[in-house]
């Protein structure tokens, strides 16, 4: 599997914005901005003065889909690449169960879809089905 992609960045919405432009100062909006920026990037929520806290849930809830959404896409073209491979050298197909817990796994995404055990199991199998392959043994 490839190095993890780190996520390049964020958008910002007009109909999210639109009030805050209107309505803050410079600074005001500084304040908000580098709160976003911080966020995006870390993670971490940010301490913001009581007249934003009731917006930002919004702020977050679409930070945190955009950044779901990329996730996805990353991982849905790391399979396309995985299955082109097996393809081409004559392996099976990775199962997208097994690759998509193995790919989070790697990547420090985390998903709900499998336990530790569950996991640990799969890829213990998927690992056994590679070195058959490689071996010649299938």
């Known amino acids: 599997m490839s190095k993890k992609k780190e996520y390049p960045g964020y958008l910002l919405y007009f109909d999210q914005m639109q009030g805050l432009v209107e309505s803050c100062t410079d600074e005001e909006l500084g304040l908000i901005h580098r709160a976003i920026f911080y966020y995006a990037r ?4 940010p301490e913001l003065p009581q007249e ?3 917006i930002w849930p919004s702020i977050r809830r679409k930070l945190d889909e955009d950044k779901d959404a990329y996730n996805e896409k990353c991982r849905s073209a790391s399979y396309s690449a995985a299955v082109k491979t097996a393809k081409a050298n004559g392996i099976p197909v990775p199962d997208r169960t097994v690759f998509n817990s193995m790919y989070d796994k790697e990547n420090g995404i985390a998903r709900k879809a499998l336990t530790e055990d569950e996991f640990e199991k799969k890829r213990q199998a998927a690992l056994s089905m590679l070195e058959n392959c490689i071996n010649g043994k299938i």
């Open 52 to 54: 934003f806290r009731m």
């Open 42 to 45: 870390d993670g971490k929520e």
